[in-house]
């Protein structure tokens, strides 16, 4: 029986199997309008109410079979909204179906869509409209039964006065009479209402690939289309190592700077940031951490949030799969490197204690969007990088990986299912002595334990010696008033990943004098830089200093890239750092309304402006 702490739909009694969405897109009111009709089958006997989740949505009528029926928005719940009881004509016998048609409009306080002015896009003519709907904000998309426990087709007919894409196939447009234009689309494989996408702007198309077009605003699609040029190998690469792609088109989509993430897994349609837009393809890793996707979460999703890792752990552990196999096994350890101090970073955040930093959270009475961070992320592939080393190599573990998807494809699981598996396939291919192993790893540990993983992991570290000896170089440094043993060659034969991971190592000691950090910017070029990876540790560390210098840097730099990696903790840093707690909450207070909802509520809370 599915659980979900964050939903309040009936999961037990009914599941949908469909959703078709009829939307107009009002960028005047900011709203959607129109209806949604749900498919609904009964998995108990004796049915006699359908309860769904709404945040924020007015609701205006609900029908079965062209008869209105009676309905209830219940009081809010102050972090899962509002649940809509539906009152049945006549009670439902399992497996029974029932069509229910809601009329309805999202409000100003939708916390999945985003409408930007002009003023916010990179063209400046017309608006622009997004949605992000994990972890529980479909919700006030559509009513809907938000659990990723629920994996449903849709379709959909947006009409809009400006190009509209989703998660789903394009099927055709027609025009109408006022001006506008109608899109249709069809999503044919199931999925968690989580995914469910909507984009609406002046948006031009560009093919990548024999499956894949990029679509951006015009200004920016020959960049876009430069960048992401490899995307067609990341897919086979990940069709080598797991099964076929099974989603159609892999199609990509460079949202405004106001993208609240890197990257947004929405099927055949990836949301992915401007930041990545480095100008030498060096950050789009991220873009084969979306398509790893496409099997790990979208294939097969987690149950509910308390889960995350399965998707979350499962994909990073592909994405590095796929580097290894394309760049080598050094750049994809150099990668789990990276990772590893990201991990460092959220547990000392939360503290090593707190509930959020274990694999496995209980998230009952908690909004899931306060549990985001690298835990599921990192410390989810550190179990399986850990787990394919114990049992012996890539040989044992890949060929499990491939059995997990074909196991699980379409499916919804938990963290048991997962192990349940685990063990029978090691069992049946490879014999008791797996089990054995198994036997002898500390699930508790792993899976339930606050902090830091039980197992430290040994990666390879030949990319990062060069960093870390640079790092030490400036640290003995410290105590020369101007050091002359530096120059701009010092980081030339660096990839831009190793600049990132020397910057780390210098954020790790303590802070440089203020004249060290003007000569380490005026020596490589820092602030200037175009990396966003790049710009964001180098801000960090001169927060960390106290370098006040930087802090219209970090202002600018905040104030026009919403992504949460970045902006949060610039901000959070800014407010701890001498005389600029004041700025922090000043400069967010300012540019609250280009941020998305759900950053803006985060950095809300960062600041001590909200709870």
Known sequence: MPYDPTSLSNLDEVKTSHIHLNLAVDFTQKILTGSAELDIVAIADNVSKIVLDTSFIAIHSVKADDKALKYNLEKRHEKYGSALVIELEQALSKDKMVKLVIEYATTSECTACQWLEPSQTVGGKHPYLFTQCQAIHARSLVPCQDSPSIKLTYSANINAPLRAVMSAVPIGEEKQSNGTTTYKFQQKTRMPSYLIALAVGNLEGRDIGPRSTVWTEPEVIEAAAWEFVDTETFIRTGEELLTPYDWGRYDLLV???????????????TFVTPSLLAGD?????????????????????TENWEHFWLNEGFTVFVERKILGRMQGKVHSEFSAIIGYKALVESVELYGKDHPFTALRPCLRGEDPDDAFSSVPYEKGFNLLYYLEKHLGGAEVFEPYLRAHVQEFAGRSINTDDWKNFLYSFMEKNFG????DLLNKVDWDAWLTGTGMPPVDNKFDDTLAKECNCLCKKWDQSRNVPKPTEFSPKDIEG???TQTVVFLERVSEIEPLPH???ALMDELYNLTQVRNSEIKFRWQMICLKADYEKIYPEVVAFATTMGRMKFCRPLLRSLYLAKNGSELARKTFLEHKSFY?????????KDLGLTK
Not at 432 to 435: F, I, L, P, S, Y
């Open 255 to 269: 949202l405004p700077a106001s993208f609240p993430y890197g990257g947004m897994e929405n099927p055949c349609l």
């Open 281 to 301: 393809r060096s950050l789009v890793d991220v873009v084969a951490h979306e398509i790893s996707h496409s099997w790990m979460g979208n294939l097969v999703t």
């Open 494 to 496: 660096f990839s831009s």
């Open 515 to 517: 004249s060290h950090l």
């Open 432 to 435: 008791q002595e797996k089990v």
């Open 596 to 604: 998305h909802p759900i950053a803006a509520a985060m950095i809300a």
